[in-house]
């Protein structure tokens, strides 16, 4: 697949490059990101080279499209579409983000994943697109349900990382679902 930039009011989201990766080192310093996702700790500048170089193999393999969030050309933190699967009644795939420390809480994050489920379901034509998190993380969930995304339940002990095992929440966004947030039991 060819690599796409998604241009929002705010934010400029495009593969990271060779060029970014001092900035992703940096970012995920921050405990926050290993705590409630899969990027290695600790984090060195190899990890950050490495998962560049994986980026690229993505995209052309068309398995996983991953965009660097930039704010006032600031690399702000990173967004992908993860285990994108075709099918002939529509693919799936799973949303994944981390916003850098200083960026959070000004609605960053919403916005670049409101153009990302945006172009999954209009250019990749996604039937389903899948949102899972460690089971008590509050801001990651309330960023899925600010972009409509169903809560569907929590499985014990479903998600792995590096850290081990943990009970995870999961959720979901159809093409045709109501946009508007609605109620979440967990929140
Ligand atoms: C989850 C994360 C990406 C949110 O990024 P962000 O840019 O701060 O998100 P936004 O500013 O767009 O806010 C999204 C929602 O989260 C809420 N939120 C943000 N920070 C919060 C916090 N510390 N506590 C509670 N809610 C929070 C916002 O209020 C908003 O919800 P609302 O629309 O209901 O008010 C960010 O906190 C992060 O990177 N966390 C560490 C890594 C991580 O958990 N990634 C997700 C793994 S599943």
Redesign the pocket.
């Known amino acids: 697949m060819e690599k796409v930039a998604l241009i929002t009011e705010r934010l400029v989201l495009r593969a990271p490059t060779d060029a970014d990766a001092a900035a992703i080192e940096a970012a995920c310093q921050?405990p926050?990101?290993p705590?409630?996702?899969t990027v290695p700790s600790p984090y060195a500048r190899k990890d950050a080279d490495d998962f560049v170089r994986l980026v690229d193999e993505w995209w052309a393999s068309g398995v996983e499209t991953v965009w660097a969030i930039f704010a006032e050309d600031r690399l702000?933190?990173m967004i992908g579409l993860h285990d994108i699967a075709r099918h002939h009644a529509g693919g799936h795939a799973e949303i994944?983000?981390?916003?850098?420390?200083e960026?959070?809480?000004?609605?960053?994050?919403?916005?670049?994943?409101r153009a990302v489920v945006d172009w999954g379901f209009s250019e990749l034509r996604l039937a389903r697109i899948a949102?899972?998190?460690?089971a008590g993380?509050?801001?990651?969930?309330?960023?899925a349900?600010?972009l409509g995304f169903r809560y569907e339940g929590l499985q014990r002990q479903a998600l792995t990382s590096p850290r081990g095992r943990d009970d995870g929440w999961f959720a979901g966004l159809l093409p045709d679902d109501d946009r508007s947030?609605v109620d979440w039991p967990v929140?």
């Open positions: 921050d926050a990101i705590r409630w996702t702000v933190g994944g983000f981390w916003a850098g420390r960026a959070r809480g000004r609605g960053y994050m919403t916005e670049a994943a949102w899972r998190a460690v993380n509050v801001p990651s969930a309330r960023t349900r600010a947030p929140l």
